[in-house]
Nanobody, 123 residues
């Protein structure tokens, strides 16, 4: 079985914080790339962050760099997204994703996706 289940979303005021969790099971546990994406109303899906499990390196979109942190707890088979200094433009459905790198170590075309957790940031 393959599962990615997000949790931790909610409504906060601008400047607040939220911590999203993504519990993995099945083949997703063995994935070398773990990522977070989001989709705001009327917009295309946007990449937010990636955790490369091979070496622990992390990557962030410019829009969240310095405010968001992606991490994992292998024992709990969980990846996290700590979101600080939230802005109204961060409002979106957030999705956890898992996959494997292509040649060269690039994380592309995530294979597995969770159902999403809603994050709403008010002014």
């Amino acid at each position: 079985q393959v599962q990615l289940v997000e949790s931790g979303g909610g409504s906060v005021q601008a400047g607040g914080s939220l911590r999203l969790s993504c519990a993995a099971s099945g083949d997703t546990y063995n994935s070398l790339c773990m990522g977070w994406f989001r989709r705001a109303p009327g917009k295309e899906r946007e990449w937010v962050a990636t955790f490369y499990r091979v070496d622990g390196r992390t990557y962030y979109a410019d829009s969240v760099k310095g405010r968001f942190t992606i991490s994992q707890d292998n024992a709990k088979r969980t990846v996290y997204l700590q979101m600080n200094t939230l802005k109204p433009e961060d409002t979106a459905m957030y999705y956890c994703a898992a996959g494997d790198p292509v040649s060269g170590g690039y994380c592309l075309s995530f294979r597995y996706w969770g159902q999403g957790t809603q994050v709403t940031v008010s002014s």
